[in-house]
């Protein structure tokens, strides 16, 4: 034996002249020598013979299955929300209709003996696709459709059709290009047939669909919005909880420069943007939309963290005295009115705060802005404008102005409440000096006073459904007050007041639960969609998106320009004894 532990003679075998045999794996014996470790019988070529030179198969020859076993085909059913292995381009039992009068072939007339792949309608073909489509891939002749290449008849003969497509690769594709080729031109046959898509990943699948869409259908102008059609009656456009169908879209979207695709998509990324990662679409994502997407989740978080902090008291810091002045009995009824609004919602959910960490869970937010937005529907001023302000006392204009520019949110429609047009005698004051305002003592007086008061707070409200809970312990709140009224505050003064807290909370409440203008069906989303898409999308030439993709959505929530304007200065109303004379 040689001392590497190989034998001392090779014999070769030059059978065939073309290639000599290496010996195979070594003995036991030698498994702890230098020598490697053959797993198998390599192939060399003998002398004479040219390893440059390599013979390819043409590619319809050994492309109906996946040449690539790194990436697996699936079938993307967004019916029933699942993706399935799929290896099916042999013969797609899914496309094939028993009554179809259309065979299709994955390559050349007289290239191959396999048969058909699909067999379809031609009425349909010819309706969807269009002529140039068929004259390019019709067969020759009917005698020639079932013969192979040596002559004889295919083995599959028997499923006999009145018209046959060839629809071969192109001839310098290589073998993995080949089955892409085939595998989209299975795709515009299921974009033909209304029947899911298939491929490795979502997003390339649907940017080639379209591609063959514009190829084998050239002369046709609508190619884009027959797609998107398609997605949409496939549910391809439906991104509630599904990562692979949001990225696969904005990569879509960025492709072919949608820009209110690529916003709705892109919103949707943000507000699933701790599952991205597990998407195999989430590669093909650019550098650039992948920071755009972080930009704005840590934003939004920041947002809503914001704006959780401010609701679990009911905006005491954003109505502090440093943001809101009101005068001493104007702010301790602002206190009570926000341990009414604290007792509410502990009698609902049996503690406030929620614990839901540092950000409050949609559903939630969703539930108090639903509440909050009935309160002021039933109590606004629908006829309020700023030519129409109202004069005296707390200056609510100013106050709510102060509050939207300092936040850059978008003014609501009205900014001002019904008041009562009510004047208590108790609070008529003498304007000289160590006289007290005439107090009524009479018990029947007082009551009398506080069914007037009570009244006239009833009939200063909009009549709505009081389908609300917080409405109606409103109500019950708001009458209680005429019985024990505060001292040196006017009903009128304390519905603004009230107002105030309202406006504000339901703001904050409108901005954290309001999505892009470009997301569909924003109100079904369970997650977060409150971002900014201004400077979006990444790109500068953008082309409108097809009016099919048009939705109901939300008002838009847009960052308003830093102002020129000098900012809002609050003062503080007068204090001293002659604010109420």
């Known amino acids: 034996m040689h001392r ?48 440059t030179i390599k013979r390819r198969k043409k590619p319809e020859q050994a492309v109906m299955r996946n040449p690539s076993r790194l990436s697996t085909v699936k079938r993307w059913d967004a019916q ?14 899914e496309l094939w209709q028993q009554d179809g009068d259309c065979l299709v072939h994955l390559y050349g007339q007289g290239k191959s003996k396999r048969g058909a792949s699909f067999k379809t309608s031609y009425a349909l073909v010819e309706a969807m696709a269009g002529p140039s489509f068929l004259n390019r891939y019709m067969a020759l002749d009917s005698n020639s459709c079932n013969e192979s290449l040596d002559g004889t008849t295919s083995s599959t003969s028997s499923t006999h059709a009145e018209y046959e497509l060839f629809i071969p690769a192109p001839d310098d594709a290589l073998r993995e290009e080949a089955y892409r080729w085939h595998i989209a031109t299975r795709n515009f046959f299921a974009y033909i047939a209304n029947k899911p898509l298939v491929g ?12 063959r869409m514009e190829l084998f259908c050239s002369d046709k102008t609508s190619n884009l919005q027959d797609f998107l059609s398609y997605a949409r009656e496939q549910g391809y456009l439906k991104f509630i909880n ?21 916003i709705d998509a892109f919103a949707h990324c943000v507000g699933m943007n701790d599952q991205l990662d597990l ?73 406030w705060p929620p614990e839901t960490g540092h950000v409050m869970d ?7 802005h639903q509440e909050f ?41 009205h900014s001002c409440p019904l008041l009562p047009d009510y004047h208590s005698l108790e609070y ?25 008061a009570r009244a006239a707070l009833s009939a200063a409200t909009n009549k709505i459904p009081s389908s609300s809970a917080l409405v109606r312990n409103y109500i019950y709140f708001e009458s209680e007050l005429t019985f024990r009224p505060e001292e040196k505050l006017s009903i009128g003064d304390a519905r603004k007041v009230r107002w105030l807290a309202i406006y504000t909370i339901l703001q904050m409440l409108t901005n954290a639960i309001r999505a892009p203008k470009e997301v569909r069906d924003a109100d079904a989303v369970p997650y977060h969609l409150c971002l900014l898409t201004t400077g979006m999308p990444p790109w500068t030439d953008d082309m409108k998106t097809p009016t099919a993709l048009s939705s109901q959505a939300t008002p838009t929530k847009t960052e308003a320009e830093a102002s020129d304007e000098p900012a809002f200065t609050i003062v503080p109303d007068c204090e001293d004894n002659d604010y109420f004379s």
């Open 279 to 351: 998407s195999t679409d989430f590669s093909d994502v650019s550098k650039t939309t992948k920071a755009l997407i972080t930009r704005s989740y840590l934003e939004m978080d920041l947002h809503l963290g914001r704006v959780s902090k401010a609701l679990r008291n009911f905006l005491e810091d954003e109505l502090a005295p440093t943001h809101l002045g009101l005068p001493a009995p104007a702010r301790n009824h602002l206190d009570r009115f926000r341990s009414f609004l604290h007792s509410f919602y502990v009698n609902k959910f049996g503690y």
């Open 80 to 93: 029933s929300h699942k993706s399935a292995d799929w290896d099916g381009l042999r013969r797609d039992q």
């Open 4 to 51: 590497h532990g190989l034998p001392s003679t090779i014999t070769v075998d030059i059978r065939d002249s073309q290639k000599v045999l290496l010996p195979g794996p070594p003995t036991p014996a030698s498994r702890n020598s230098n020598v490697p470790n053959f797993s198998r019988i390599l192939t060399i070529h003998a002398k004479g013979s040219d390893p």
């Open 428 to 452: 008529r004051t003498s304007s000289q000096k160590g006289l007290r305002s005439l107090r009524l003592t009479s018990k029947s007086s007082k009551a009398d006073q506080s069914v007037s």
């Open 200 to 211: 490795s990943k979502l997003g390339k699948t649907l940017i080639d669909l379209l591609e």
């Open 362 to 368: 949609k559903g939630l937010l969703r539930s108090m």
């Open 373 to 413: 937005q009935m309160l002021y529907n039933y109590l606004v001023d629908g006829e309020s404008s700023p030519s129409r302000l109202l004069t005296g006392g707390i200056c609510v204009v100013q106050n709510v102005d102060a509050f939207n520019s300092r936040h850059r949110y978008e003014p609501l429609p």
């Open 242 to 262: 599904r990562p692979d169908y949001a990225l696969a879209f904005l990569n879509f979207a960025e492709k072919f420069r949608l820009k209110d695709l690529w």
